[in-house]
């Protein structure tokens, strides 16, 4: 079809056009019939004195061409002009106003004079004509080629070069689009017949965008075009009777294409028509006395001074603002990150601020609502990305329990996972209650709130299942309905509706109705474009980063603010107390940046389309006006990273052009003096302690009501470590990680044993153990999820070695039960109470607590007594065990289960329950792939007699407040999760003596 167009219209053309270029002609008639009236703003005049003089100027051009002030129609380049130039003409002239207004305004207020539009042919090749909404001629532009079977090819071929292809069709349309709403109505058909012309002669001349880019901007050209049917919102301005007109630039270069240009066309047909009109172009002048202020330039070493210095400059001039009552301070946005850090140190500080440039709506909270429930519904989703979208801050489900509780439920969710190495969300399970059988259960079991989270997300999430079903692709509308579904069924519906941001969101992505979601050539894309859920999410995608969201106050640049964010061209002409201009260095200001897209050169310059010197000179003109205003601040840094800045290069075009030399910018910042704090040992204290350093009987915080032999042993090894972990509860978060550990084979094969001597109790033969216990590891393998894909891999070296660990440990137990030994309890969770009381008046009780991981009976036929010993399972170093017993009042471990099993149920002796046993043994029982080796902890009972009173002992005196200092050493702090918090590496020993 493209092909047609250039041959059936271009042709043709050439013949017509050929001796005279259209464009041409019109600009240089233009330039003869409107020349701009120069309006000085000489260095260091304040922004009203201008004005006010721009509004003597006018009204003396009224009287001199006859016409009432009142039937002056004045069209200004930005909307936050407006009251500036109103307030200009009340103060220096007074009277009627004339009618202050800008393109769009006038627009608007002209809308009524339009005229219905008459019904038109769809045209069947190009479709519906373009929108000038990016988002939705996006989506017009891949119907319409994805509709011929070239395109449908390509799409499918390489999708990404396809939706840069469409996105380039839709940039090059929208500019000649907004380039034609600059020519007269009659002039129109002459400019497309030029850029016609310009594109075959490309064509031609193979010059140019390639072969295939200049047949599709052939066919953009025609669909830009198609657009064009006298009623585009500007058309009425043409038609406007005006007794006479004023125009106000900025620099007498004006972008075609811009606000500016649409006027400077009106004004032109006006003067044409014999119309008064006048061109009033503000432009920088020298200064009117010799001490006018001049801009000053600070030279920072690097990003965070340049951060800091600049919002130093920006607080103390809205300190003086605010004491005069002046204008906001302007704070240019040169450069994105820089005025973003800028921004949040001036909230720090209490400044108020308005962002005129906006945040593009992929960068806010409400943006990822939608993105983070599209990423954690896909079925290979990370629990990253299900816990990512759970605490987006938008999801709200009404249930009760999770109501209340969903931030404790998404903080049991995430330990459990991360404890548990779960790295897919859905791994758990397809079916929309959690599988039993695939969840492990005991003390590794997901705890209920979490469970319940888990559970209702994965019944949201099922509402998008279809996206994922086998590339299955639906209407876009349809896959849109499911989202608005999914968002309402978590909540985040109403709250995003409520929103500022999340409004434009829903608007953005057409799916609130109120928005006009359902108007013009959408609902016919929405039916016919068919996506899969790679394809929706890729939209959403591109959605949110085309849209840009601004307060309406921002936009309007009335907002009542200390500070206003402004982009270099907007900060124009308007009045402020100061202007800080942070980033102006050769990279960001003034830097010869190509035009990106397929239109440049000199094909776009036959088509008037906006060129690099043009852009180049029309941010010099406002560049040079800003660095007239009288409190003009300049920032640029030293280095980027490790690569040198240099100021911009407009700074010595600015001295060259004024004559004038830049101040030097002296350091705003208050430097404050702050006493040296030498960091000390900690030493906290349950109790509190007075002025004077004296305990009081105060007890700010309590003891643990628990006692493991691991909290006992971190308390042996260093007492501000047990603080930390076991009084204040700290815990550090696990790393959400790829794979299987030495930790996670230990929980596998506790659950192994407990699983095989559970089942072999069952009267089964002895001479099936080694098949048993391989049968149970498998069960166990399955049931933690060892086995699915994701994990298996990692799994596979211990997996590896499973047939020969049974066999060494089945060796082991034939031999240990051949002494008489019996299997008797697994995993038994022992609670043994211990009464404290302290001098300072308070009796508390701590339960002493352990999961024996196996506890065996010793009970030969015709013996008195029974004996027990307790079995704890090791799977790291088997030296460091046998080193660990060489001492055993060094040994907490097997003492304190020791202790426990003194106490446990099953050694109670049922006709004297209050009776403890003495016949407890302890060992340690190593087992890897060479062998099982059990590690005897001789005289464990008495060893258990002396931890116990050592712990009686320790919580008493904590409970009377003595220190738990840092005393870790070597190890200990190695691998010490709070070492942050002790600042280990502040102080030394010596040091830390008090
Ligand atoms: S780093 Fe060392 S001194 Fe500090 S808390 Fe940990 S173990 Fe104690």
């Known amino acids: 079809m493209v092909e047609k167009i250039l041959t059936q219209k271009m042709w043709p053309l050439h013949r017509a056009t050929r001796d005279h270029h259209p464009m041409t002609v019109i600009v240089n008639n233009e330039n003869e019939i409107l020349a701009p009236t120069a309006w000085p703003w000489a260095q260091g005049r304040p922004a009203r004195d201008c004005w006010d003089d721009w509004a003597t100027a006018v009204a003396r051009w009224c009287v001199d061409h006859g016409v009432a002030a009142r039937d002056v129609v004045v069209l200004l380049p930005v909307g936050a002009l407006l009251p500036v130039a109103r307030q200009a003409w009340a103060r220096a002239v007074g ?169 400077l066309a009106v004004l032109r047909q006006a003067a044409l028509q014999g119309v008064s009109a006048l061109w009033m172009n503000a432009e920088a002048a020298p200064a009117q006395r010799n001490d006018a202020p001049l801009p000053a330039l600070a030279r920072c070493t690097d990003f965070e001074d340049e951060a800091q210095r600049a919002t130093a400059l920006v607080l103390s001039a809205v300190q003086q603002a605010r004491a005069s009552g002046g204008d906001p301070v302007a704070l240019i946005a040169l450069d994105r990150s820089l005025v973003r850090r800028v921004r949040a140190l001036l909230e720090g500080a209490g400044a108020t601020s308005s962002d005129e440039t906006g945040w593009k709506l992929s960068t806010t909270r409400a943006g990822a609502a939608v993105t983070r429930l599209l990423a954690a519904s896909q079925p290979r989703a990370s629990t990253d990305d299900l816990l990512d979208w759970l605490k987006s801050g938008w999801v709200q489900w009404p249930e009760q329990e999770l109501g209340s509780n969903l931030d404790a439920a998404v903080a049991a969710l ?117 996506m899969d859920g790679q394809g929706l999410v890729r939209w959403v995608d591109q959605v949110l980063e085309e849209s840009s969201f601004r307060l309406a106050s921002a936009a309007a640049g009335d907002a009542k603010v200390d500070v206003v964010v402004t982009p270099l061209t907007r900060a124009v002409l308007r009045p402020f107390s100061a202007v800080v201009m942070p980033g102006a260095d050769e990279g960001q200001l003034g830097a010869m940046n190509g035009i990106p897209g397929w239109l440049h050169g000199a094909v776009a310059e036959q088509m008037g389309l906006p060129g690099k010197a043009t852009m180049r000179d029309a941010q010099w003109a406002s560049f040079a006006l800003l660095m007239a205003q009288p409190s003009m601040s300049c920032l640029c840094r030293e280095a980027h990273g490790r690569e040198p800045l240099e100021p911009s290069p407009w700074f010595e075009r600015w001295s060259l052009h004024t004559g004038l030399t830049l101040r030097e910018q002296a350091d705003a910042r208050l430097w ?104 149970a590891a498998r069960e166990v393998t399955r049931q933690q999820g060892l086995d699915r894909d994701g994990r298996r891999p990692f799994f596979l070296p211990f997996a590896a070695t499973l047939e020969r660990l049974a066999e060494h440990y089945v060796r082991w137990l034939h031999r240990h039960e051949s002494e008489g030994w019996r299997f008797a309890e697994a995993e038994e969770v022992v609670q043994w109470p211990m009464a404290l009381s302290s001098d300072l008046g308070e009796d508390t009780t701590v339960t002493l607590h352990g999961q024996l991981d196996r506890l065996d009976r010793f009970a030969p036929r015709g013996a008195d007594d029974t004996a027990w010993t307790v079995i704890d399972y090791k799977t790291g170093s088997l030296d460091k065990l046998k080193q660990k017993v060489r001492q055993p009042l060094e040994d907490t471990q097997l003492a304190f289960y020791a202790a426990l099993a003194q106490h446990a149920p099953a050694t109670a002796d049922p006709g004297d329950p209050d009776r403890v046993t003495d016949a407890v043994s302890a060992l340690y029982l190593h087992m890897d792939e060479k062998g099982v080796t059990p590690v005897e902890h001789t005289h464990v009972t008495e060893s258990a007699q002396l931890l116990v009173g050592g712990v009686r002992m320790d919580l008493t005196r904590l409970l009377a407040g003595a220190t738990m200092p840092a005393l870790g050493e070597g190890t200990a702090c190695d691998y010490c999760e709070v070492r942050g918090l002790c600042r280990r590496d502040h102080w030394t020993a010596p040091e830390a003596q008090p």
């Open 95 to 263: 009277g009627w106003l004339p009618q202050i207004e800008t393109v769009p305004t006038l627009a608007q207020s002209l809308a009524w004079s339009r005229g219905p539009k008459a019904p038109s042919s769809l045209n069947a090749e190009l479709g519906p004509a373009p929108t000038l909404d990016v988002v939705l001629d996006r989506l017009l532009v891949t119907r319409s080629l994805g509709a011929q079977a070239w395109g449908r090819q390509w799409m499918q071929r390489d999708r990404r070069a396809f939706e840069h292809a469409v996105a380039q069709v839709v940039e090059c349309a929208h500019l000649w689009v907004r380039v034609a709403q600059s020519c007269p109505p009659d002039q129109r058909v002459a400019y497309w017949e030029t850029c016609r012309e310009a594109l075959r002669v490309a064509h031609a001349a193979s010059a140019g965008p390639g072969a295939r880019e200049r047949l599709l901007l052939a066919w953009a050209l025609e669909w830009a075009a198609s657009s064009d049917d006298g009623h585009w919102p500007t058309d009425v301005l043409f038609g406007h009777q005006a007794r006479a007109w004023v125009g106000v630039t900025a620099g007498e270069t004006v972008v075609p294409g811009s606000e500016s240009s649409v006027m």
């Open 414 to 530: 995430e330990t459990w996972c991360r404890r548990h190495g779960l790295l897919a969300a859905w791994g758990l399970g397809l079916a929309q209650e959690l599988s039993s059988d695939l969840l492990p259960e005991g003390r590794q079991a997901m705890p209920e709130l979490a469970r319940q989270l888990w559970a209702r997300a994965r019944q949201t999430v099922q509402l998008l299942a279809s996206l994922w079903s086998g590339g299955r692709r639906a209407p876009l509308s349809q896959l849109l309905a499911q989202v608005a579904l999914a968002l309402k069924d978590c909540g985040a519906w109403q709250t995003l509706a409520d929103d500022v941001a999340g409004a434009s969101v829903l608007q953005a992505l057409r799916m609130n109705p109120e928005a006009g979601a359902d108007a013009g050539a959408w609902p016919l894309v929405a039916s016919d474009l068919r």
């Open 672 to 775: 404050l003096s702050v006493p040296a704090t030498p960091v000390r040992m900690p030493r906290p204290s349950l109790r509190r302690r007075d002025e004077s350093g004296a305990l009081t009987t105060v007890l700010q915080l309590p003891l643990p009501a628990q006692i493991t032999a691991t909290s006992y042993e971190a308390m042996r090894q260093c007492p501000y470590r047990f603080f930390a972990r076991h009084v204040l509860n700290l815990r550090a978060v696990d790393e959400l990680e790829e794979g299987v550990d030495r930790s996670d084979f230990g929980v596998w094969l506790h659950a192994v044993l407990q699983r095989f001597h559970a089942q072999r109790e069952d009267g089964a033969l002895a001479t099936d153990d080694v098949g048993r216990w391989t049968e």
